[in-house]
């Protein structure tokens, strides 16, 4: 027998589904069949991570002060690393922390990362793509080994991009967007935003996307009141903490430093006030080792960095009006690193590609903080070392398993070829995964950890404009 099932949208799409007879298994489990095999083998790599390095990896930085801000629920302030950030992940830590175990928070991060490819590979079967192209859309993100290494460690990354997912699927799982849905879609966005701030760009891109195609003013009201109340919520509960209403503690201390790669003072002319944060001749290899150089003009200057941060955005905003091509080019410059055939070192002490070693990461250090989430979020945190055979694996496996930067390039130019095409589908997650690419260069600075949660939204859009050029090749024929 042979069933038909339509589905209305900017055209019909038309999926086949053939039923055996006796029972047997369709065609079409059959497809999902594979990709249950992929997803088997992308669990079993996830469990080899986690025998191979333990525990968990513990930054003594990010993770540490996420940690401490899990342990009593506070907004995310100062700055030191992880307090650029707001408490959306520290949140997840806390609900988590009675089981006081940070080897369940990343078996749960890793639970996230296959719930990535399968909401994936689950919305471009729905699309009416092959199973063989869903597939192949979904496992960057679940082989590619650095993001088997991101999930293993106690950071806001993987959170963040399960949300953005999410809230994509939401939008886009059905023709006709439903209230519920967009509300849905809001909150995932804010939360995702409430982790890290680059999702914020996101909730403006999805308000654009939804005026263009006209989807009413209830559903657009609801996505943006949904997307925005959690923040101005948050903003709120921040001032009554710190006396400033805001996500975040160094968004121009961060912006500062990305001026710090072409800022001209003969240029910009700053006032007195603002002339204290001039390049002041002490050169570093990527902007964002500006922030933490003891010899740089913003933490030699009176207050440093805490006492800086508006002056910071100041500067920053007159060197990028006084020299606009100047900060195009270097937001150009850096977002190219992400296309080049090999990783490049940026900054230049840091291997971009392989976090996979044998032995133990450097320890911990002895200090009241360390100690403080030691005794009260988990007594077994301690530095990680590498046990083989699995780790022994993992280091092999991780110079194969990667995306390539050329490939990654190849990757969106085949989802604007469908984006300029098929816009109702594919814009939307092409130009979520621009936004995740270029936003975090042209706020601050370029990182191969930055870019990774560009590559699956990336993947989906791609195989979205594979459906465009496969239902414009029908049309033809």
């Known amino acids: 027998m042979t069933s038909t099932i339509a589905r209305s949208g900017a055209h019909e799409e038309t999926i086949e589904i053939a039923l055996g007879q006796g029972g047997r298994p ?32 513990v930054y003594s930085g990010d993770s540490i002060n996420y940690l401490d801000l899990a342990i009593k629920l506070r907004p995310s302030g ?28 990343a078996g749960l991060q890793h ?9 994936i590979y689950l919305l471009l079967r729905r699309k ?16 590619d080994a650095r993001f088997l290494r991101l999930e293993h460690g106690i950071l806001s990354d993987v959170l963040f991009l399960f949300l953005v997912v999410a809230a994509i699927t ?60 959690p923040l101005i919520a948050y903003a709120g509960w921040y001032a009554s903490v710190y006396g400033r209403f805001t996500l975040a503690s160094g968004d121009g201390v961060s912006l500062w430093a990305r001026s710090m790669t072409f800022a001209d003072c003969k240029v910009i002319h700053p006032p007195a006030e603002l002339a204290r944060l001039c390049p002041n001749g002490s050169h570093q290899d990527a902007a964002s080792e500006y922030v933490w150089a003891p010899g740089s003009s913003i933490n030699l200057a009176p207050g440093g960095l805490a006492g800086n941060n508006d002056a910071g955005r100041t500067f920053a905003v007159r060197a990028i009006t006084a020299q606009p091509l100047d900060y195009l080019h270097s937001v150009v410059a850096g977002t190219a690193l992400a296309f080049t055939r090999d990783p490049v070192p940026h900054p230049k002490r840091v291997r971009p590609a392989y976090g996979f070693a044998h032995g133990c990461a450097g320890p911990l250090p002895d200090n009241q903080l360390v100690q403080h989430v030691h005794r009260k979020y988990d007594p077994a945190i301690r530095q990680q070392c590498s046990v083989d055979p699995y780790a022994g694996f993992l280091v092999g496996y991780q110079h194969v398993a990667y995306v390539r930067g050329t490939v990654l390039g190849g990757i969106f130019l085949l989802g604007l070829v469908g984006a300029l095409g098929r816009r109702r589908l594919t814009l939307l997650p092409w130009g979520a995964a621009l936004v995740l690419l270029v936003t975090p260069v042209a706020v601050l600075d370029f990182d191969h950890r930055y870019l990774l949660p560009a590559i699956p939204v990336a993947c989906l859009a791609a195989a979205l404009g594979i459906g465009e050029l496969r239902t414009s090749r029908a049309r033809r024929s």
Do not use: C, D, K, N
């Not at 639970?111 to 909401?119: R, T």
């Open 26 to 57: 369709s065609r079409f489990a059959g497809e999902h069949w594979l990709f249950a095999g992929v997803l088997s083998v992308a669990a079993a790599l996830r469990v080899v991570t986690m025998l191979g390095y333990r525990p968990p990896m």
């Open 78 to 105: 100062g700055y030191q690393p992880g307090g650029f950030q707001p408490s959306g992940y520290p949140a997840l830590l806390w609900l988590l922390r009675p089981l006081h175990s940070v080897v369940f928070v």
């Open 111 to 119: 639970v996230f990362g296959l719930g990535i490819g399968v909401m």
């Open 128 to 143: 009416g793509l092959p199973a063989r192209v869903a597939v192949l859309a979904a496992a960057p993100g679940l082989f």
């Open 170 to 229: 939401v939008l886009l799982w059905s023709p006709t967007l439903s209230t519920g849905s967009a509300l849905g879609a809001g909150l995932l966005l804010a939360g995702a935003s409430l982790s890290r701030t680059i999702a914020v760009p996101l909730i403006i891109l999805v308000v654009g996307h939804l005026l263009v195609q006209r989807v009413g003013l209830r559903r657009l009201a609801a996505f943006a009141l949904a997307g925005m109340l």
